[in-house]
């Protein structure tokens, strides 16, 4: 079975977790890793980045994205990695969703990382915005890269057993 991770990150956390997953589900099948980024980039920095990320975030924005390689065809599964923001899924994977309408015929799968709360919120919200009624796998972490510890990789591993 093939599988496309596609993420987007802005601090790493969440990339952090996409080459975990990946690495963790390597022998289940072949696994890409996709991501995803905005062609204007988000600031990263002070209050701008929570200013313009969640209001990206609450106005649904789809912004431009970088150049990717996806061809769904080639994938049995699609595993969605966001930041929570304002507690909605991240607008580059709402672009990607937009692009990519078929992702709703695939096995899907979804991890967050956030650093405040409503991971389950925007859990629901691209469930609901892709029109599905569950996932085949969810994964909430607290700033994993920023704050490792042993309870998150027996997480992450106990995700990658859905795989």
Known sequence: MKTAIVYYS????????????ADGIKSSGEVDIIRVEPVK??????????????K???MGETPALQPYKFDIEKYDRIIFGTPVWASTFVPPLRT????????????????TCFSGGGADKAIDKMRTYIGVEK???????IDPKDNIK??????????????
Do not use: H, Q, R
């Open 10 to 21: 802005m601090s790493g956390n969440t990339k952090y977790v996409a080459e975990k997953i």
């Open 41 to 54: 980039a988000y600031p990263d920095k002070g209050a701008k980045k929570f200013f313009w990320g969640g």
């Open 56 to 58: 990206s975030a609450v």
């Open 96 to 111: 990607f969703i937009n692009d990519n309408p078929d992702v709703k015929g695939k096995k899907l799968a979804v991890f």
């Open 135 to 141: 996932f085949e796998a969810e994964l909430i972490l």
């Open 150 to 163: 042993v309870e998150d990789d027996e997480k992450i591993a106990e995700f990658c057993k859905y795989f």
